[in-house]
Protein backbone atom coordinates (compact mmCIF):
# COMPACT_ATOMS: atom_id res chain seq x y z
CA UNK A 1 0.00 0.00 0.00
CA UNK A 2 2.78 2.57 0.83
CA UNK A 3 4.28 1.59 -2.52
CA UNK A 4 1.83 4.38 -5.07
CA UNK A 5 2.51 6.98 -2.23
CA UNK A 6 6.42 6.66 -2.45
CA UNK A 7 6.21 6.54 -6.23
CA UNK A 8 3.80 9.71 -6.28
CA UNK A 9 6.38 11.61 -3.81
CA UNK A 10 9.00 10.72 -5.83
CA UNK A 11 7.19 12.77 -8.55
CA UNK A 12 6.89 16.00 -6.89
CA UNK A 13 7.62 19.09 -8.28
CA UNK A 14 8.25 22.33 -6.62
CA UNK A 15 7.20 25.88 -8.33
CA UNK A 16 6.94 29.57 -7.45
CA UNK A 17 4.77 31.23 -8.87
CA UNK A 18 4.28 34.97 -8.54
CA UNK A 19 0.54 36.34 -8.05
CA UNK A 20 -0.44 39.90 -9.80
CA UNK A 21 -3.91 40.77 -8.26
CA UNK A 22 -4.80 38.60 -5.65
CA UNK A 23 -3.46 38.05 -2.41
CA UNK A 24 -1.69 34.90 -1.23
CA UNK A 25 -3.76 34.15 1.55
CA UNK A 26 -7.48 34.20 -0.26
CA UNK A 27 -5.59 32.13 -2.96
CA UNK A 28 -3.84 29.69 -1.08
CA UNK A 29 -7.60 29.04 1.00
CA UNK A 30 -9.28 28.48 -2.53
CA UNK A 31 -6.27 25.95 -3.97
CA UNK A 32 -5.17 23.67 -0.49
CA UNK A 33 -7.90 21.41 -1.16
CA UNK A 34 -7.45 20.89 -4.68
CA UNK A 35 -3.62 19.70 -4.20
CA UNK A 36 -2.95 15.60 -4.50
CA UNK A 37 -2.44 13.92 -1.14
CA UNK A 38 1.17 14.49 -0.14
CA UNK A 39 1.79 18.12 -1.88
CA UNK A 40 1.72 21.30 -0.34
CA UNK A 41 0.50 24.83 -1.27
CA UNK A 42 1.85 28.03 0.71
CA UNK A 43 2.36 32.02 0.17
CA UNK A 44 5.16 34.38 1.05
CA UNK A 45 5.81 37.74 -0.01
CA UNK A 46 3.17 37.86 -2.40
CA UNK A 47 4.46 34.36 -4.12
CA UNK A 48 2.71 31.05 -4.23
CA UNK A 49 5.16 27.95 -3.17
CA UNK A 50 3.73 24.75 -4.60
CA UNK A 51 5.15 21.51 -4.28
CA UNK A 52 2.54 18.59 -5.98
CA UNK A 53 2.64 16.35 -9.09
CA UNK A 54 3.27 17.96 -12.49
CA UNK A 55 -0.29 16.76 -13.68
CA UNK A 56 -1.67 18.55 -10.65
CA UNK A 57 0.72 21.50 -11.04
CA UNK A 58 -1.09 22.00 -14.24
CA UNK A 59 -4.41 21.71 -12.99
CA UNK A 60 -3.72 24.35 -10.30
CA UNK A 61 -2.14 26.80 -12.67
CA UNK A 62 -5.57 26.39 -14.73
CA UNK A 63 -7.21 27.44 -11.88
CA UNK A 64 -4.97 30.20 -10.62
CA UNK A 65 -5.52 31.81 -14.17
CA UNK A 66 -9.06 32.43 -13.27
CA UNK A 67 -8.66 33.55 -9.73
CA UNK A 68 -5.59 35.46 -10.01
CA UNK A 69 -7.61 38.69 -12.25
CA UNK A 70 -7.58 42.26 -11.34
CA UNK A 71 -10.49 42.71 -9.21
CA UNK A 72 -13.73 44.76 -10.78
CA UNK A 73 -13.96 48.28 -9.09
CA UNK A 74 -17.33 49.25 -8.39
CA UNK A 75 -19.43 52.73 -7.17
CA UNK A 76 -21.81 51.76 -4.08
CA UNK A 77 -24.63 53.89 -3.41
CA UNK A 78 -26.82 53.77 0.08
CA UNK A 79 -30.14 55.69 -0.49
CA UNK A 80 -32.55 56.12 2.82
CA UNK A 81 -35.71 57.91 2.94
CA UNK A 82 -37.95 58.70 6.03
CA UNK A 83 -41.02 60.36 5.43
CA UNK A 84 -43.95 61.28 7.57
CA UNK A 85 -47.23 62.81 8.05
CA UNK A 86 -49.38 63.71 10.83
CA UNK A 87 -52.84 64.82 11.20
CA UNK A 88 -54.87 66.45 14.12
CA UNK A 89 -57.75 68.42 14.44
CA UNK A 90 -59.38 70.17 18.00
CA UNK A 91 -62.53 71.08 19.07
CA UNK A 92 -64.55 72.62 21.40
CA UNK A 93 -67.41 74.27 22.91
CA UNK A 94 -67.10 77.20 25.52
CA UNK A 95 -69.78 79.73 26.68
CA UNK A 96 -70.91 82.15 30.17
CA UNK A 97 -74.62 82.65 31.47
CA UNK A 98 -75.72 84.84 33.90
CA UNK A 99 -79.18 85.24 35.38
CA UNK A 100 -79.81 87.65 39.15
CA UNK A 101 -77.03 86.76 41.28
CA UNK A 102 -75.97 83.03 39.25
CA UNK A 103 -72.87 83.20 36.39
CA UNK A 104 -72.11 79.55 34.51
CA UNK A 105 -69.39 79.13 32.70
CA UNK A 106 -67.32 76.10 30.70
CA UNK A 107 -64.06 76.85 28.94
CA UNK A 108 -62.74 80.13 27.88
CA UNK A 109 -64.22 82.43 25.96
CA UNK A 110 -61.40 83.76 25.01
CA UNK A 111 -59.41 80.97 23.33
CA UNK A 112 -57.27 81.32 20.38
CA UNK A 113 -58.76 82.72 17.51
CA UNK A 114 -56.97 80.35 14.90
CA UNK A 115 -59.07 78.11 13.11
CA UNK A 116 -62.83 78.06 12.81
CA UNK A 117 -64.53 80.72 15.36
CA UNK A 118 -68.13 80.94 15.68
CA UNK A 119 -69.39 82.80 19.04
CA UNK A 120 -72.93 84.65 19.47
CA UNK A 121 -73.31 86.98 22.32
CA UNK A 122 -76.68 88.76 23.72
CA UNK A 123 -77.69 91.81 25.42
CA UNK A 124 -76.98 90.55 28.69
CA UNK A 125 -73.76 89.76 27.49
CA UNK A 126 -74.36 85.63 27.66
CA UNK A 127 -71.47 84.46 25.08
CA UNK A 128 -71.22 81.22 23.51
CA UNK A 129 -67.90 80.35 21.18
CA UNK A 130 -67.36 77.38 19.16
CA UNK A 131 -63.64 76.77 18.04
CA UNK A 132 -62.52 74.27 15.76
CA UNK A 133 -58.88 74.24 14.52
CA UNK A 134 -57.15 71.12 11.72
CA UNK A 135 -53.45 71.01 11.22
CA UNK A 136 -51.48 68.73 9.21
CA UNK A 137 -47.39 68.27 9.00
CA UNK A 138 -45.07 66.33 7.23
CA UNK A 139 -41.68 65.11 7.73
CA UNK A 140 -39.04 64.31 4.81
CA UNK A 141 -35.55 63.53 4.45
CA UNK A 142 -33.68 62.43 2.14
CA UNK A 143 -30.11 61.34 2.18
CA UNK A 144 -27.90 59.17 -0.68
CA UNK A 145 -24.14 57.99 0.68
CA UNK A 146 -21.47 56.91 -1.87
CA UNK A 147 -18.33 54.97 -2.05
CA UNK A 148 -15.97 53.31 -4.18
CA UNK A 149 -14.91 49.71 -3.51
CA UNK A 150 -12.95 46.90 -4.94
CA UNK A 151 -14.31 42.94 -5.40
CA UNK A 152 -13.69 41.12 -2.59
CA UNK A 153 -12.73 44.13 -0.03
CA UNK A 154 -14.24 45.99 2.44
CA UNK A 155 -15.50 49.51 2.50
CA UNK A 156 -17.07 52.44 4.91
CA UNK A 157 -18.23 55.48 5.05
CA UNK A 158 -19.22 57.68 7.59
CA UNK A 159 -19.83 61.61 7.83
CA UNK A 160 -21.97 63.73 10.78
CA UNK A 161 -21.58 66.22 13.77
CA UNK A 162 -20.51 66.25 17.34
CA UNK A 163 -23.81 67.53 18.65
CA UNK A 164 -23.37 69.39 22.62
CA UNK A 165 -25.68 67.69 24.99
CA UNK A 166 -26.68 69.20 28.46
CA UNK A 167 -26.07 66.71 31.39
CA UNK A 168 -26.30 67.42 35.37
CA UNK A 169 -24.83 64.80 37.63
CA UNK A 170 -24.93 65.20 41.44
CA UNK A 171 -22.70 63.68 44.06
CA UNK A 172 -23.31 63.59 48.19
CA UNK A 173 -19.71 65.29 50.09
CA UNK A 174 -18.74 63.02 53.26
CA UNK A 175 -20.30 65.65 55.03
CA UNK A 176 -24.01 65.11 53.87
CA UNK A 177 -23.95 68.43 51.44
CA UNK A 178 -25.15 67.53 47.92
CA UNK A 179 -23.12 69.05 44.66
CA UNK A 180 -25.04 69.54 41.94
CA UNK A 181 -22.57 70.02 38.46
CA UNK A 182 -23.57 70.94 34.90
CA UNK A 183 -21.60 69.77 31.98
CA UNK A 184 -21.92 69.21 28.54
CA UNK A 185 -21.04 66.14 26.71
CA UNK A 186 -20.42 65.84 22.80
CA UNK A 187 -22.92 62.81 21.16
CA UNK A 188 -21.98 61.77 17.77
CA UNK A 189 -24.57 61.94 15.52
CA UNK A 190 -22.90 60.31 12.35
CA UNK A 191 -24.63 58.24 9.36
CA UNK A 192 -23.21 56.14 6.30
CA UNK A 193 -22.66 52.65 5.79
CA UNK A 194 -20.27 49.37 5.87
CA UNK A 195 -20.30 47.11 2.88
CA UNK A 196 -18.33 44.12 1.20
CA UNK A 197 -19.22 43.41 -1.93
CA UNK A 198 -18.58 40.25 -3.99
CA UNK A 199 -19.34 39.16 -7.52
CA UNK A 200 -20.25 36.63 -9.72
CA UNK A 201 -20.37 37.75 -13.25
CA UNK A 202 -23.45 40.01 -12.97
CA UNK A 203 -25.05 39.26 -9.33
CA UNK A 204 -23.49 41.09 -6.74
CA UNK A 205 -23.73 39.90 -2.70
CA UNK A 206 -23.45 42.38 -0.27
CA UNK A 207 -22.90 42.29 3.60
CA UNK A 208 -23.54 45.29 4.37
CA UNK A 209 -24.94 47.91 7.33
CA UNK A 210 -26.10 51.19 6.54
CA UNK A 211 -26.99 53.79 9.66
CA UNK A 212 -28.77 57.00 9.25
CA UNK A 213 -28.91 59.19 12.32
CA UNK A 214 -31.55 62.59 12.34
CA UNK A 215 -31.04 65.33 15.71
CA UNK A 216 -34.44 67.06 16.39
CA UNK A 217 -33.55 70.75 17.31
CA UNK A 218 -34.25 71.93 20.59
CA UNK A 219 -33.06 72.29 24.10
CA UNK A 220 -32.90 68.97 24.48
CA UNK A 221 -31.79 67.39 21.06
CA UNK A 222 -33.60 64.11 20.30
CA UNK A 223 -31.73 61.74 18.13
CA UNK A 224 -33.51 59.48 15.98
CA UNK A 225 -31.74 56.43 14.74
CA UNK A 226 -31.90 53.90 12.02
CA UNK A 227 -29.75 50.93 11.59
CA UNK A 228 -29.85 47.67 9.34
CA UNK A 229 -27.80 44.61 9.67
CA UNK A 230 -28.04 42.04 6.40
CA UNK A 231 -26.79 40.45 3.56
CA UNK A 232 -28.81 40.92 0.14
CA UNK A 233 -28.03 39.64 -3.42
CA UNK A 234 -29.04 41.91 -6.83
CA UNK A 235 -28.29 42.49 -9.76
CA UNK A 236 -25.31 45.31 -10.75
CA UNK A 237 -27.07 48.35 -12.15
CA UNK A 238 -29.95 47.89 -10.00
CA UNK A 239 -31.69 49.41 -6.64
CA UNK A 240 -31.74 46.55 -4.51
CA UNK A 241 -34.15 46.94 -1.14
CA UNK A 242 -32.70 46.05 2.26
CA UNK A 243 -35.38 47.03 4.46
CA UNK A 244 -38.12 49.27 5.38
CA UNK A 245 -40.74 50.54 8.02
CA UNK A 246 -44.46 51.56 7.44
CA UNK A 247 -46.00 52.32 11.20
CA UNK A 248 -49.45 54.31 11.57
CA UNK A 249 -51.00 55.53 14.80
CA UNK A 250 -54.01 57.41 16.26
CA UNK A 251 -54.85 59.64 19.88
CA UNK A 252 -58.06 60.00 20.43
CA UNK A 253 -58.73 62.37 23.96
CA UNK A 254 -62.36 63.90 24.94
CA UNK A 255 -63.11 66.03 28.16
CA UNK A 256 -66.36 68.07 28.63
CA UNK A 257 -67.42 70.18 25.81
CA UNK A 258 -63.96 69.75 23.98
CA UNK A 259 -62.13 67.25 21.73
CA UNK A 260 -58.46 66.35 20.19
CA UNK A 261 -57.82 63.50 17.97
CA UNK A 262 -54.50 62.90 15.98
CA UNK A 263 -53.32 60.37 13.46
CA UNK A 264 -50.02 59.74 11.48
CA UNK A 265 -48.01 57.92 9.32
CA UNK A 266 -44.41 57.29 8.64
CA UNK A 267 -42.58 55.41 6.45
CA UNK A 268 -38.95 54.54 6.40
CA UNK A 269 -36.84 52.26 3.70
CA UNK A 270 -33.00 51.70 2.39
CA UNK A 271 -32.10 50.85 -0.87
CA UNK A 272 -28.78 49.92 -2.07
CA UNK A 273 -27.24 49.84 -5.41
CA UNK A 274 -23.37 48.76 -7.17
CA UNK A 275 -22.33 49.96 -10.54
CA UNK A 276 -18.94 48.56 -11.77
CA UNK A 277 -16.49 51.28 -12.94
CA UNK A 278 -14.81 50.57 -15.91
Given at each position: MCLPLLAQAGDMTLE????????????????????????????????????????????????????????????????QDVGGQIQSRE?????????????????????????????????????????AQDSTSTTSDKSTYTVQATEGYPAYIRTGQSVPVQNRTGYVTPDGGIVISDGVEYVDADSGFYVMPRLSGNQVTLLIAPKLTRVSPGKAPVFDVQNVETTATGQLGEWIELG???????????????????????????????????
Open positions: IIPLKHRMTDDVVDILRPMVVPGGTVTGMNNQLIIRTTPENLAEIKTILESLDHSPRRLMISVKQSVSGRYTTGDVTAGAGDTRGSRDGLVISGRDTDGNVIRYHGLNQQFSDNNRRNLSSSSARGSELRSIYVKVVEIE
